[in-house]
C-alpha cells in the first residue's frame, strides 16, 4: 500500500497485503489494506499476482473467462530431507458473476460469490528409484466473500472482512486409506498497517463438521473446531505466516511456520517468486495422517504466499 491508485472493484485474496491502496467502486476509497493470502513481489504485479481481479470488459470471450480468475491459498513447491520430501500446493478461485453484468450491477453483494479450489500433494523421494505420491488432497469449497464489515467504523489503518462457505476435503485413495470430509465455515478477516509498510492479519477460522464422518470419524479430535492464521511482516519483504489448530486435547493439534522473503531484487526482476521455509509440527501434515504425528521442515519456492 506504498501508492494511492485506483484498484479493481473486488478484491479475492485474504491473509497479506497489497502493494497498493485498496478502494472498491461501491465505497468510498481508503488507505486499509485488503487482507490477502499472498503479497506480490512487485507493486506492478500486485493486482494479478495478489488476488486482485482484473477489471472485465468487452464481450465475453476466453479475455472474459480468464478474468473471473484469481489466487486464493497459498501455492508453493517445498522440498526436505523426511518422506514424504515433497509438498507442492496450486489454488485458485473464480468469481461467479461479473462485477459488470446487469445483475452485479443492480445487486453488487452478488461480487462476494466465489468458488475456490485447493490442492495439496505429498511426493515420496525417499525411495529414489520409483518415487510416488504419497497423499493428494482435493478442497472444492463455495463461498461469500464480504470484503468491509457493514455498518462499521474502523480507523483508516484497520479493515475487517469475513468469509462464510461450504467446502468438502478428501484424497480420493481406496479404503483403508480414504479420508473425506465436509464443513461450514466463518473466517473474520481483521488486518491492521502500520509505518514502514508492516501489517499483522489475524484470521480465526471457525468450522463445523456435516455429513459423513466415517472413513475418519475422530478427526475433529485432531483438527478440532478452529483454526488460527496470523500473517506478520513486510508488505514487500520478510513475512512469517502461521497457521495454528487445536484439537479436543491439548497434546493434539498442530502448527505450521511460514516464513517468505521475495527474490525479486535477487532475480533482477526475472521471476516474481519468493523464498519459503516452511516447518510443520503436530498432526495432519498430510490429510492421510491426521491422526499421526510429525515435526518436518521444508524449504522451496512459493508464487503465492
Known amino acids: 500500500h506504498a501508492r494511492a491508485e485506483e484498484q479493481p472493484e473486488d478484491t479475492s485474496n485474504q491473509y497479506a497485503l497489497l502493494a497498493a491502496p485498496t478502494t472498491s467502486l461501491d465505497t468510498e476509497p481508503s488507505t486499509a489494506p485488503v487482507p490477502?493470502?499472498?503479497?506480490?513481489t512487485q507493486p506492478e504485479a500486485a493486482s494479478a499476482a495478489a488476488g486482485h481481479f482484473p477489471e472485465s470488459g468487452g464481450t465475453f470471450g476466453l479475455g472474459e473467462f480468464?478474468?473471473?480468475?484469481?489466487?486464493?491459498?497459498?501455492m508453493y513447491f517445498l522440498g526436505g530431507t523426511q518422506a514424504p520430501n515433497v509438498k507442492f500446493q496450486f489454488s485458485i478461485r473464480y468469481r461467479i458473476f461479473t462485477p459488470t453484468g446487469p445483475l452485479a450491477t443492480q445487486y453488487p453483494?452478488?461480487?462476494?460469490?466465489?468458488?475456490g479450489y485447493t490442492q495439496t500433494s505429498f511426493w515420496d523421494f525417499s525411495n529414489a528409484s520409483s518415487p510416488f505420491f504419497f497423499d493428494t488432497s482435493y478442497k472444492p469449497e463455495f463461498f461469500y466473500y464480504m470484503e468491509h464489515a457493514p455498518y462499521l467504523k474502523l480507523p483508516k489503518a484497520w479493515q475487517l472482512g469475513a468469509d462464510l462457505g461450504i467446502g468438502h476435503e478428501s484424497n480420493g485413495q481406496r479404503n483403508p486409506n480414504h479420508r473425506s470430509l465436509n464443513i461450514v465455515y466463518l473466517r473474520p478477516i481483521f488486518t491492521m498497517t502500520g509505518d514502514h509498510d508492516l501489517f499483522i492479519t489475524l484470521a480465526p477460522k471457525f468450522f463445523g463438521y456435516i455429513g459423513d464422518k466415517s472413513l475418519n470419524p475422530d478427526i475433529a479430535d485432531y483438527r478440532g473446531y478452529c483454526e488460527f492464521r496470523i500473517v506478520v511482516g513486510q508488505l514487500d519483504g520478510l513475512q512469517l505466516a502461521t497457521i495454528g489448530r487445536v484439537g479436543n486435547h491439548w497434546n493434539r493439534g498442530s502448527a505450521q511456520f511460514d516464513l517468505t522473503y521475495p527474490l525479486t531484487k535477487i532475480l533482477h526482476g526475472n521471476a516474481d517468486v519468493s523464498l519459503d521455509a516452511q516447518w510443520f509440527d503436530g498432526y495432519g501434515d498430510s490429510l492421510l495422517t491426521y491422526n499421526h504425528r510429525t515435526s518436518i521442515f521444508r524449504i522451496g519456492l512459493a508464487v503465492v504466499r
Open 109 to 115: 453483494a452478488l461480487k462476494g460469490f466465489n468458488f
Open 36 to 40: 490477502s493470502t499472498l503479497t506480490a
Open 66 to 74: 480468464i478474468n473471473h480468475f484469481a489466487p486464493h491459498e497459498p
